[in-house]
């Protein structure tokens, strides 16, 4: 499961995740970077469970740009993984992405208010859960970045 796919739903963001801690105010923010928390693979074949972002290859951070409509990871992770996302709506207060990369389906909803991420993976035989969190990035090109 080593697609760049399944990164996306470790971000995946999950609004439904009970952290202690609320993330920050994404209300008009273009640029976002976002942490996996919770993930869950369930398949066919077996029950549903929890499993760590290795398992799954799926990077701990994710950066998301909304202007450009891509999914990457960060600079630091040493990989070089993007994503374009097909279908991008802000909504009720809501970040809706959607994509299909490598017979699989993608689907994130982050909340602006919060932060809170909750993502989800398809393929065939194989759903992911990821539960997350994001935070504004900087500007491309801002110190740091």
Same mark, same amino acid.
């Given at each position: 499961?080593?697609?760049?796919?399944?990164?996306?739903?470790?971000?995946?963001?999950?609004?439904?995740?009970?952290?202690?801690?609320?993330?920050?105010?994404?209300?008009?923010?273009?640029?976002?970077?976002?942490?996996?928390?919770?993930?869950?693979?369930? #398949?066919?074949?077996? *029950?549903?469970?929890?499993?760590? +972002?290795?398992?799954?290859?799926?990077?701990? !951070?994710?950066?998301?740009?909304?202007? *450009?409509?891509?999914? #990457?990871?960060?600079?630091?992770?040493?990989?070089?993984? *993007?994503?374009?996302?097909?279908?991008?709506?802000?909504?009720?207060?809501?970040?809706?992405? *959607?994509?299909?990369?490598?017979?699989? +389906? !993608?689907?994130?909803?982050?909340?602006? %208010?919060?932060?809170?991420?909750?993502?989800?993976?398809?393929?065939?035989?194989?759903?992911?859960?990821?539960?997350?969190?994001?935070?504004?990035?900087? +500007?491309?090109? %801002? +110190?740091?970045?």
């Amino acid at each position: 499961m080593r697609t760049s796919t399944v990164w996306c739903l470790a971000l995946a963001g999950s609004l439904a995740w009970a952290g202690p801690a609320p993330a920050d105010d994404l209300t008009g923010a273009e640029r976002l970077l976002c942490v996996t928390i919770e993930i869950t693979a369930c #398949s066919e074949e077996s *029950q549903c469970e929890a499993v760590s +972002a290795e398992e799954l290859n799926v990077p701990r !951070f994710l950066k998301v740009d909304l202007a *450009q409509r891509l999914l #990457s990871t960060t600079e630091a992770s040493g990989e070089n993984r *993007q994503t374009r996302i097909e279908h991008l709506r802000r909504e009720d207060g809501l970040i809706v992405l *959607q994509g299909v990369e490598r017979a699989r +389906a !993608f689907s994130i909803m982050i909340s602006e %208010a919060s932060g809170k991420l909750t993502a989800s993976v398809a393929r065939e035989d194989l759903g992911v859960v990821v539960f997350g969190a994001c935070t504004p990035a900087p +500007a491309a090109g %801002a +110190a740091g970045n």
